[in-house]
């Protein structure tokens, strides 16, 4: 079974966290939220408190296949300078699994820690503007060998999917999927 850490850090977007949850559940791919706070406990941009699977300081050991970055203002900021953060993504990155950056993610913790790596990439608004270790790319959703980047809440469905696709090595489950919930793909 696959597994994905999905880092929720205060101010996260929740829109873009739940939705990539729900989809990946769906598909049979084993979801963790961690909390990148010493508290389970973690309040998203909008304010709604969420409680998480565990924090990332106990789970820090542990590999999984997959790394999503849910954006938001102050939430990719918070994870953009975390040292913990940074260095679990990078020993990620390493070992080839997918960085998955959606929103100001790409921007604010990837370019913002020189983890983009010269890759192409997507990210929301402007923020490319300022980034110089990566390859901006006007698209919803940009692949570029293990980092997936979504460009945000607007296309969290196209991100998730499309991860659930990677992870599960074949489109088909994560097209009928899309097709259930009534969602173009």
Same mark, same amino acid.
């Given at each position: 079974?696959?597994?994905?850490?999905?880092?929720?850090?205060?101010?996260?977007e929740e829109g873009e966290a739940i939705v990539t949850i729900d989809i990946l559940r769906r598909l049979n791919i084993?979801?963790?939220?961690?909390?990148?706070?010493?508290?389970?406990?973690?309040?998203?941009?909008?304010?709604?408190?969420?409680?998480? +699977?565990?924090?990332? %300081?106990?789970?820090?050991?542990?590999?999984? /296949? =997959?790394? *999503?970055?849910?954006? &938001?203002?102050?939430? #990719?900021?918070?994870?953009?300078?975390?040292?913990?953060?940074?260095?679990?993504?990078?020993?990620?990155?390493?070992?080839?699994?997918?960085?998955?950056?959606?929103?100001?993610?790409?921007?604010?913790?990837?370019?913002?820690?020189?983890?983009?790596?010269?890759?192409?990439?997507?990210?929301?608004? +402007?923020?490319?503007? %300022?980034?110089?270790?990566?390859?901006?790319? /006007? =698209?919803? *959703?940009?692949?570029? &060998?293990?980092?997936? #980047?979504?460009?945000?809440?607007?296309?969290?469905?196209?991100?998730?999917?499309?991860?659930?696709?990677?992870?599960?090595?074949?489109?088909?489950?994560?097209?009928?999927?899309?097709?259930?919930?009534?969602?173009?793909?």
């Amino acid at each position: 079974m696959k597994k994905v850490a999905i880092l929720l850090a205060p101010g996260f977007e929740e829109g873009e966290a739940i939705v990539t949850i729900d989809i990946l559940r769906r598909l049979n791919i084993v979801v963790e939220t961690l909390s990148c706070t010493e508290s389970p406990e973690v309040v998203s941009y909008h304010n709604i408190p969420v409680k998480t +699977d565990n924090t990332l %300081q106990t789970r820090f050991d542990t590999t999984y /296949d =997959a790394v *999503v970055l849910p954006g &938001g203002p102050q939430g #990719s900021l918070f994870l953009g300078s975390s040292d913990n953060v940074v260095a679990f993504v990078r020993r990620h990155d390493d070992a080839g699994k997918w960085i998955c950056p959606i929103c100001s993610a790409a921007a604010r913790v990837l370019a913002a820690n020189q983890l983009l790596k010269g890759r192409r990439y997507v990210c929301s608004g +402007d923020l490319w503007q %300022q980034v110089t270790d990566g390859v901006y790319v /006007d =698209a919803d *959703v940009v692949e570029d &060998g293990n980092l997936l #980047s979504g460009r945000g809440l607007g296309k969290v469905f196209d991100f998730a999917l499309t991860l659930a696709a990677r992870l599960a090595g074949d489109e088909m489950p994560a097209r009928k999927h899309a097709g259930h919930i009534d969602y173009v793909w």
